[in-house]
């Protein structure tokens, strides 16, 4: 059997008291899912806590590529190592779009989360209109070849997301989901990087999740709206 990762993008939702309700509510089967959490930045200290005890991981959601500096408003991906995070989310579409994160930035992002040893979950996707014009394939391997560039293949998940189905409520269909990730494993295995898990996200609810985690190229989900409760995100990491 596949080995599954379940990751949580709460994105800007909740806050510490939220994040401990969350937590006390939330029903972490002891088992093989990897389960990670990737709270805002000013809850990741109430998420550490929370879970503790548990083998619960936490993330941070965006991470600066440098150490320190004068970066007003950044994360600093060595403070988050510091106090505990495991993960950082590097590449979500609402990242690149509405930040402007270019793939080389995300890059330069990707590989100082690396030389700290933090695990990677980097995102890939196509928008509506790349899907229509048939540009799906081309625009992920852009995405891929750029912001994977030097980088090791341990500490590694890539996440693919089309942007269309990102908090529409529109999944894509099992067939759509698939065959993108089948091309994505394809193209990592050719450029090095084996045995990297991809995860599908995009409206993932516990009404699709069984059967999209029963597609062979899908190893797990990355889930936004459906991760803010703990029983509907529970019922999606038991599908
Ligand atoms: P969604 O978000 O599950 O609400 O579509 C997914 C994401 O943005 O990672």
């Known amino acids: 059997m596949k080995h599954k990762i379940f990751a949580a993008n709460w994105k800007m939702y ?17 088992g093989d899912s990897t389960l990670i959490f990737f709270p805002p930045a000013l809850c990741i200290p109430a ?30 991906a060595t403070v988050a190592k510091a106090m505990g995070c495991q993960y950082a989310l590097i590449g979500h579409s609402e990242r690149r779009s509405l930040f402007h994160e270019t793939d080389v930035a ?72 698939e065959e993108t990730q089948k091309e994505i494993i394809d193209w990592l295995n050719a450029n090095g990087f084996s045995s990297v898990p991809v995860l599908y996200g995009g ?6 999740a069984k059967e999209l985690i029963s597609q062979p190229s899908i190893s797990g989900f990355l889930v936004g709206g459906a991760s803010l409760n703990p029983e509907s995100f529970a019922q999606i990491c038991q599908a």
Not at 14 to 30: A, E, G, I, R
Not at 159 to 173: F, L
Request: hydrophobic share 40%.
């Open 14 to 30: 909740k806050s510490p008291q939220d994040t401990q309700m969350f937590f006390q509510n939330f029903l972490v089967l002891p």
């Open 203 to 208: 409206s993932v609810k516990p009404e699709n």
């Open 106 to 177: 995300l890059n330069q992002k990707a590989k100082f989360a690396q030389s700290l040893g933090l695990h990677i979950v980097f995102c890939v996707g196509e928008s509506l209109d790349q899907r229509k014009s048939n540009q799906t394939k081309a625009i992920i391997n852009q995405q891929l070849s750029a912001g994977l560039a030097g980088l090791k293949n341990e500490n590694l998940i890539i996440a693919y997301e089309p942007v269309w189905a990102i908090g529409t409520g529109v999944t894509a269909s099992p067939e759509q989901a």
């Open 47 to 76: 998420a550490l806590e929370s879970t503790n005890s548990t083998h619960v991981k936490i993330g941070v959601q965006n991470i600066a590529s440098i150490a320190e500096g004068a970066l007003t408003g950044e994360n600093s």
